[in-house]
């Protein structure tokens, strides 16, 4: 991999990768990062539900991977950056971007991968029901970076119909910025995050 940055680690694959196959390999799959990578210890992670919803709810790691409750699925997912093709922006308007602004990201930012998960729905069932006009979901990644020399947590929302693996939320069908990747906890919201990765870079 080329590492566009080494930190935050932003990485791609050093060649073109070979297009034969719609799957990118693990290891060519590109990466986007805006802080550092959080150490999660398996033993105490556990994960919330809150916000407006009538009985919140945490789960640890064992919970969640209880098949029994929590039957997997597996989806092959495409995942595009917005910031793909972010160098034309940068030439065109330096000083302006978003988080990680100087990265020369060219048309790498895609990847296609097959995720084995559980879909959000089952553990949000056990929050009852939502309350109070919920209409979105908010997502806390546990990593942290600074923005403006403000450090932040990596935030995130989307209407509320994602699927999800507790520990990287894929949501289908939105820019690869709302998967949220070490995520801690969600939050049901009545209007999207002012988080700036989600009212400001990836609006
Ligand atoms: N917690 C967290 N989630 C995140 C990010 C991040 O910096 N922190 N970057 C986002 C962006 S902008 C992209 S493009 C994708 C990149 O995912 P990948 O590194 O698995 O390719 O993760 C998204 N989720
Ligand atoms: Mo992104």
């Known amino acids: ?54 009985s919140p709810q945490s789960c640890t790691l064992v919970d969640l991977k209880d098949e029994f409750r929590f039957p997997r ?19 065109k308007h330096p000083g302006q971007g978003e988080e990680v602004p100087k990265a020369p990201w060219g048309e790498a930012a895609i990847g296609c991968a097959q995720y084995v998960g559980i879909s959000l729905k089952k553990p949000m069932k056990a ?12 997502f806390y990644g546990a990593d942290i970076y600074l923005k403006d020399n403000k450090p932040m947590n990596y ?8 699927t999800a693996n507790p520990l990287r939320i894929m949501v289908f069908g ?20 002012r988080a700036t990765a989600q009212s400001q870079g990836y609006l």
């Open 127 to 138: 929050c009852d029901a939502f309350v109070d006009g919920a209409k979105h979901l908010k």
């Open 174 to 193: 939105y820019i690869s910025a709302r998967c949220l990747k070490w995520l801690y906890k969600i939050k049901a919201i009545k209007t999207p995050s």
């Open 1 to 54: 991999m080329l590492h566009l940055f080494q930190f935050p680690c932003n990485a791609k694959p050093a060649k073109r990768p070979i297009t034969e196959d719609s799957i990118r390999p693990n290891s060519l799959h590109f990466v986007w990062n805006h802080g550092g990578i959080p150490i999660i210890d398996k033993e105490y992670y556990s994960f919330q539900l809150d916000g407006l919803v009538a």
């Open 73 to 91: 699925i597996e989806k092959t997912v495409a995942m595009q950056c917005s910031g793909t093709r972010h160098i034309e922006q940068i030439l």
């Open 155 to 162: 935030v995130g929302s989307t209407c509320r119909a994602p």
